[in-house]
């Protein structure tokens, strides 16, 4: 129930295009969703992150739909660039009492590219 | 403004040897949790460190032990390296009680042989 399942695992997408990275979850009490974006050799960094209680965010060119009935949420890339080709991670996490932002639970991983 | 940082970046160990992985918060930080990534996978969480104490523990051995210093910089500790061991070891800062942004080193590769 901990867990936040993600596909696809890679990604290939031509320049332009619209990638879209899924996830689904189980436990209800996750309340906080991140995305990051992993560049090899380097710490994941966060991009764009939502709350179950709206159903999309936009920052950029990046966007996050989120279907609380289905339990499963999505990233889209907008005009994608080859600079977009990274390894990108869906999360959730519970707020509690305790700093609950560190025990974040990671999907397993896409792998992107983009195509010039 | 310095951002995560962590030490040493690359490391080769035997089976059965100990290990000690340190990271630096990024300024303002008062909250360290720790991160293994294996090679395709996603992060999974070891603990969390506020106050110089463990505050929440994931699905890890006995054999992973952490500490946190006045400064709030953190080690992490593994006895009795296995093969499995080998991952990229993610240390992440974050302010404690707010649920946002964990900001991310670049991790310590550990390789057991």
């Known amino acids: 129930q901990q867990q936040v399942k993600q596909s696809p695992q890679s990604l290939i997408v031509q320049k332009g295009g619209i990638p879209i990275i899924n996830c689904a979850y189980e436990?209800?009490?996750?309340?906080?969703f991140p995305w990051y974006q992993q560049f090899p050799g380097k710490g994941p960094a966060l991009l764009i992150a939502?709350?179950?209680?709206?159903s999309e965010k936009k920052e950029g060119r990046f966007t996050i739909s989120f279907n609380k009935s289905a339990k499963q949420f999505s990233l889209h890339i907008m005009d994608s660039q080859p600079g977009d080709s990274a390894t990108y991670f869906c999360?959730?996490?519970?707020?509690?009492?305790?700093?609950?932002?560190?025990?974040?639970?990671f999907g397993s991983g896409t792998r992107l590219s983009i195509r010039p | 403004d310095a951002g995560v940082t962590q030490s040493p970046t690359h490391l080769i160990k035997t089976r059965g040897q100990q290990v000690t992985l340190r990271c630096s918060p990024k300024?303002?930080?008062?909250?360290v949790s720790w991160y293994q990534q294996a090679l395709g996978q996603g992060p999974q969480f070891i603990f969390q460190?506020?106050?110089?104490?463990?505050?929440q523990r994931g699905n890890f051995p006995d054999r992973f032990s952490g500490h946190q210093f006045p400064n709030y910089s953190s080690e992490l500790n593994v006895n009795a390296l296995l093969l499995g061991d080998s991952a990229l070891y993610l240390c992440?800062?974050?302010?404690?009680?707010?649920?946002?942004?964990?900001?991310f080193g670049e991790g310590s590769r550990l390789t057991v042989l």
């Open positions: 992440a800062s974050s302010l404690w009680g707010a649920t946002g942004e964990l900001f």
């Open positions: 436990n209800t009490a996750f309340d906080y």
């Open positions: 939502i709350r179950p209680d709206v």
């Open positions: 999360a959730a996490s519970i707020s509690s009492t305790y700093s609950s932002a560190s025990k974040i639970i």
């Open positions: 300024s303002g930080h008062d909250t």
């Open positions: 460190y506020y106050e110089e104490e463990e505050r």
